[in-house]
């Protein structure tokens, strides 16, 4: 076959605002005014967020959990966008943004269920603005793009009125960019000009495949075609993170319209607990990606320019442990639901035909028990 | 502000607008979606003049983008409103099936209850207006199999007026088909109040074999039965409104009189809403039944041109000829 | 509500090589060798096009279709890329490509059977290298982007043997940019470097939503964020689209991938005999374009530049007559299948329980018409 | 040359694995499409080592797209390939589900017979092995109500290599269900001959009472005969294989014989598979039955969190209920 597919496009200019080796640099259109101090607290989110990764995957290993999937390496990009949000603002995300649950204050062990087998999801969005996990790819976008369509009926969007001007964050993967749900809300947000920013977290791989299998070019152009803004960042950079997302959805919420970010990041471990990355990728690849450690390079700067005591970082590995703690010893807790709770929240309004499969799997698991105990 | 429309008689097409109507000024968190709902009025002018009255951002043009516009209604639902999605034909829904059955379907279940998705997906359904391909098919049994979604088929205005109202108050996602070719039929007046949502209608009674119908069907059953009286012969039919839930015991409660039961649809035969039915009252009434339930139905062939949608579509004399085999047991 | 929803941008460049009043241009890119001849021939596609057009609504009011898409306004875009194919070069029309139908060789009366309901379709799309219709928005240019997965695999690109190196051309419209089918053509289209060159005819409308519900910047940007090259032209200049098409489809061919052209055009009759644009557009916006006929301007330039004799455009009348009796006479003739034939070609392999659907519905209608002669 | 494995026990994966290098070494127009099926080999590893042996051309990762994966065999197909699609998972079937239902299963008929369609779509599906939402599902009939489109589900690792094989050289297209929960169960040798693809088999004679099954419901209808023997109850058990078209002879055969059918499936019930055996049945074998078909299967619920799929799931206490409820006719 003589054909030949060309190479792929080189890396662009990406905004980063802090380097690998955690020195401070400036960007001209995202100048990021931050204390030491809220440097020390977004890194006490990028390492507590970390513990709750490793601990999620031991418990998995202990068989506490069915499934994990592990946001190792991500923490900046997920950080950095979560702390850009305003509390009235609503993220969507997939099934990897623990980190940002985080910063919207989700307690972890809600996140949990999921995993574990013992729910779907089950907690309200609206409590802290954050939806439910969306495992089926791209899906969630286009419901962010509808939530968007709903702030502008509700008049929230360009008023000046910082609370109530809301802007939506909608999360998505690399792979998710070639499903038509992702490119549909492309389409939806950029005719309405709706208050909806895109974050893709391209971590380089969808499971086993490359981000080459589904683009040859930067992902971040594909919003030019839509007709909205597109940007890479450096995605292990929390600083560039939380600066380009505040601005993103600054925008947004002036009525200022949509855009794309992304953030260029690498998954370090395998796609879920059950995958192995030796039958597709090489260890040097890892090895390249572990210099450019998200956490890393926020703890060299706080170590050579900040005047962060070593207290912080002791009180901080102390909330590590409790947290680590909570979520074993809370995980641990989650019971098993009944098992006539199947048969809940399927409808509001339960049918009756539905009622008597309850009521005659009730009968029978209560005949089964006599049997067992007779 | 719309009244009920008194004794006016409408046709199907304008009951379901008044009906819209109706649901729009008493609830301003309803919106109407889809493509050519506005200035156009929809293909069948179900939504005509709505835009005018209530506003783009409350009847909206859509892309043309089906997985677009039930996935966009499940973010707005999450943001407090209650869609109602026009699908433009049946055969166009399948582009929106992903989000119709993993989202719609699923959202209030994996929130444990604690996110609704009052969503109301209006699809023109069925044949027997000459269309080309795509244009007249009947998919209502992938939707009924589907867990989480309601399923329900207007037969006449009256019920149409009403049902649309009852779908979009509905807290559950409900899938509301409309049979295109009653959209201008008869003319009727429309009832004084709502008949209950998923409640199944003897629409004619009769004690020698019970017709089971609904959507564009009922006609045709009524129609069957009136010929089969000058034959001597009293058929029952029931419009059975809601697919899904069913209303078993109205439907078991006319069989265990007539104990012989047909079921029409449009839809073709294997694996559709007629095999539930079978399959249920075999179940629910198998002593009473002194015949085999027969299903009168299309085919299972793709739906064909439309020069032969008369012959493959259920007729009143294949509807008679299942009345002649049923009778014959 | 003080949203506002931005204008759109202003049309950008496209390529014209032939002006309303029908003056010959040159364009830098895309230089056009061509003969008055060859013009002349390009002339007749287009009356004769326009000519099976007014038939098909004839036929439509006269009870004999169902119902006909006219294609009036949008004869220059197909013919122009009709004539741009090469034999072997395959084509995916939507259900209004009547033009380009008329160029691979498809006698019209094969599309008519959609349109009467004697059939769906009902042709070898191999006989002439032209696809049946498809009626769902947006499909094909999956089934393009396939089938030139096909010819990379059948090694017939960029092997420099013009007979073996195939393309493919993929028809679509304004409103069918938005579905994410298309939007998967462009990346599967782009991922593969595969020789498909998309069409997009934006005729400004889709049914009665104009081109600003679907995008508010110019369709063929879509390109670029996918990352191949996106191009416009003057949908009514047949020598823009022949010129820019056969280069798109060249490049295809040599193994460059994918290219998108928006024919900028316009629907000038409803979108089906069923709609009434009195609805949604005004009578003026017709005028306009009226004045940007795409034969108008080919005649202006033969009357004008060319040696073309009278006889030329006698015999094309007379040729246009030949041809509107043809299609009058075989549509009247396309007889109704017959009842048994629905049961037919819904398998290769006909299950036996729709052989038995099938029979018992053979011994019904005998029935009947045994009672009915009885 | 892959040689039939002999007399080597194979698990199921392994089994498709050798079925589908088989059936690519003897027709070069077989190609393997979707999502990881390259150097991962699939998620379940069922396309291990293929790549490697055939190359990135015949068998390739696509994009993460399922609407392009379907529609691209299509295209494909068209341009004389027979292209074998793997679909994740169940529940991520329904992007693709326009092109499905909508090209790929009426192209032939579109075309009058001129197009072929010979497409299988690989769905490894039904839950037991404790995952996340949309990964546990059984959507067969959605497919089986779909004309155009034939339906089959393998059980074994035998049927496994020979049913994948008989798929790819359908000339129809066909969606091939896969217990992905049996895929690396018990090993087994693979039979000499290939059994007829759209052929039911008696997989264990009785006398008393019929249980049909499919895909991974047979080892559970099997383990629920041998509980019941041991009451002195033959239970004869069917191990459907092709759910459409329905191989009904072998299934009414049956019945005339016992009197008495259950049907057991994961999908919920309502609208299921087993409706329409349970209509058939009665319609065919009207007065054989001496009880209703009853239906064993999932729930008209969304699937449950992982912990209670064994509940919600069929099981062998609740089969043997339903026998028990049979014979209390
Ligand atoms: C529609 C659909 N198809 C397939 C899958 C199976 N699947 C789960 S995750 C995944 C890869 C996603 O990759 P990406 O979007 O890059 O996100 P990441 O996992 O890297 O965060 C796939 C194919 C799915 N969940 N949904
Ligand atoms: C999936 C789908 N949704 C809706 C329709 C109904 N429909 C037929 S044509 C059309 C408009 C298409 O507009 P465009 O793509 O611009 O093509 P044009 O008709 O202008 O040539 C619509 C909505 C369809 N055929 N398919
Ligand atoms: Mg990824
Ligand atoms: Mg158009």
Redesign the pocket.
Known sequence: MTHQVPAVQPEPDMVQLLTPEGQRVEHPDYPLDITDEQIAALYRDLVLVRRIDAEAIALQRQGELGLW?SLLGQEAAQVGAGRALKKHDMAFP???EHGVAWCRGVDPLSLLGLFRGTNLGGFNPHDHNFNMYT????AQTLHATGYAMGVVRDGAVGTGDPDRDTAVLAF??????S?GDVNESFVFAAAGNLPVVFFC???Q???SEPVTTQSRVPLYKRASGFGFPGLRIDGNDVLASLAVTRKALDDARNAQGPMLIEAFTY?MNP?TTNDDTRRYRLDSEDETWKLKDPIARVKAYLAREAKIGAEFFTDLEQESKVLAEHIRAGCRALANPSPESAFEHTYVDMPDELREQRDEFAEFVTSIEEEVSA | MSEHPGERPLTMAKALNEGLRKAMEDDPKVLIMGEDVGKLGGVFRVTDGLQKDFGEDRVIDTPLAESGIIGTAVGLAIRGYRPVCEIQFDGFVFPGF?QIVSQVAKMYNRSAGLVKMPITIRIPFGGGIGAVEHHSESPEAYFAHTAGLKVVACSNPSDAYWMIQQSIASDDPIVFFEPKRRYHAAKSAVEAEAYPLHQARVVRPGSDLTVLAYGPMVAMALESAAAAAEDGRELEVIDLRSISPLDMPTVIESVQRTGRLIVVHEAPRSFGVGAEIAARVQEQAFYSLEAPVLRVSGFDTVYPPSRLENEWLPNIDRILDAVDQSLGY
Chains 1, 3 share one sequence.
Not at chain 1, 135 to 138: A, K, N, P, Q, S
Not at chain 1, 172 to 177: I, L, N, P, R, V
């Open positions: 999937a997939t099934y990897r495992i089926v790819i791209g998505f993967g690399d792979g998710a960019s499903q977290q391209n971590n791989w969808a499971i998954r796609h | 992903d």
